[in-house]
């Protein structure tokens, strides 16, 4: 079971959540350089063989597009896509 | 950080591998599991039945793609992925088969049988990591090494010049071709969503980095590094002339989409000739060519 990082609630209408499977990863820094937002960074500590894997910084900037997932080689990151539950208030606003 | 709530999604290419084993063997910043990441992307969104789906791979780094996916592969030897790919596909015509493998395996010792079969216009998928170099072997010049570029037979720098695999494939006469870098991840996945709904072979050249054998001894820094040199010196030049996009060492990198045309395939061309010099009745509806 991959270990998660859980985004917080972003203000857009959709939010990213990424897996990233620690021990899977050998620290390339694909993932880090090429996430459009730049919200991943190389965590302080190591994973088990010894590299650092990714975490997320900025939570609230992950768009869920899951280019992490299609650039990692060691198959150690994805992100989903899931909407931002839209307050009830808000709702009714957009409504009219 | 909290936990995630509910069911934890899989990864996309996980459905796709053979998790008993990994991690697999690929080095820190090797390309070749990016591709594979854009190969079960295209796999997922060409919705192909699975079971009719079988990869076919030669020896080497790129070669062990065959056997990391949990599809029906076959890893062969040395060079001989293509004569096998093509074997498999006339004997069992609804499968999509598709050739995973280096340009060392797939340009140098099995040259031969690439040509052919995009003369032939077998109906196969070719997919070709391009390091340019051997990797799995320690580092050897390859066909495909740009000149003056080092490699553990060329201390004083590759002499020879390069094919341009683009050009070699549209003039041996395959139908699709196109090359990426392994930056290009989006293109990549199309590409070969493309070239699975495509009858004929197909050719995808990927631009790779291996850090470990190339880029170290060339002094072009780590896989990352490989990564932004491809992000800064591609351009992207859809139905270029294949004529024009021979790689010079760390030079521009011309991607794109450059051929999609359409030809008889090596089984429809002998179906057709069969029903004619037999007199047999044309082949019944659904654009089949096949002999039932
Ligand atoms: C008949 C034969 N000759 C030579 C070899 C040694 N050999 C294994 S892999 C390889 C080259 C692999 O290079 P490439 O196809 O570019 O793959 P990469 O490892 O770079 O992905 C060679 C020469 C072999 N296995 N069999
Ligand atoms: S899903 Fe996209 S935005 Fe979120 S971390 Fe991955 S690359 Fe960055
Ligand atoms: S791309 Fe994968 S292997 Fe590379 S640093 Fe990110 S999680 Fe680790
Ligand atoms: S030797 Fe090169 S091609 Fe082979 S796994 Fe390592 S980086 Fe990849």
């Not at chain 2, 890893?75 to 596909?89: C, Q």
């Not at chain 2, 004619?276 to 659904?286: A, Y």
Request: net charge positive.
């Amino acid at each position: 079971m991959p270990e998660t990082l859980t985004p917080i609630i972003s203000s857009r209408k959709v939010r990213g959540r990424v897996y990233v499977d620690r021990n899977r990863c050998k620290g390339c820094g694909f993932c880090i350089e090429f996430c459009p937002p730049k919200v991943l960074s190389f965590s302080a500590s190591f994973n088990e063989h010894g590299y650092h894997s990714p975490e997320l910084v900025r939570p609230e900037g992950c768009t869920g597009c899951d280019l992490c997932g299609l650039y990692c080689p060691d198959f150690a990151i994805f992100a989903v896509r899931e909407p931002r539950p839209v307050p009830s208030a808000e709702r009714g606003a957009s409504e009219t | 950080m909290s936990e995630a709530i509910g069911v934890q999604p899989v990864n996309p290419v996980e459905p796709f591998l053979r998790t008993e084993r990994m991690p697999h063997i690929w080095c820190p910043g090797c390309g070749i599991g990016t591709t594979v990441n854009c190969f079960a992307r295209a796999l997922v969104s060409s919705k192909l039945p699975l079971d009719k789906v079988a990869v076919v791979s030669g020896i080497g780094c790129t070669g062990r793609v065959a056997g990391y996916v949990r599809l029906d592969s076959f890893h062969t030897t040395h060079g001989r992925a293509i004569p096998f790919a093509t074997g498999l596909k006339l004997a069992n015509p609804e499968l999509t088969v598709v050739v995973y493998s280096g340009d060392g395996d797939l340009i140098a010792i099995g040259g031969n049988h690439f040509i052919h079969a995009a003369r032939r216009n077998a109906d196969i998928k070719v997919i070709c990591v391009n390091n340019f170099i051997y990797g799995m072997t320690g580092g050897q010049v390859a066909p495909t090494t740009p000149t003056a570029a080092l490699a553990t037979t060329t201390p004083y720098g590759a002499f020879e010049r390069p094919f341009n695999l683009p050009f070699l494939a549209e003039s041996s006469g395959a139908v699709y071709v196109a090359r990426w870098t392994a930056y290009h991840v989006r293109h990549i996945a199309h590409s070969m969503s493309e070239a699975f709904k495509k009858k004929g072979l197909c050719f995808i050249e990927i631009i790779a980095p291996c850090p470990t054998l190339y880029q170290r001894r060339n002094h072009f820094g780590d896989g990352l590094e490989a990564m932004r040199y491809y992000k800064q010196k591609s351009v992207v030049r859809n139905g270029a002339n294949t004529r024009d996009v021979q790689i010079d060492l760390q030079g521009e990198i011309v991607v794109g989409k450059f051929v999609d045309i359409e030809r008889p395939t090596l089984k429809q061309a002998m179906d057709l000739q069969l029903r004619q010099k037999l007199d047999l009745p044309p082949s019944n509806g659904g654009g089949s060519h096949e002999l039932d």
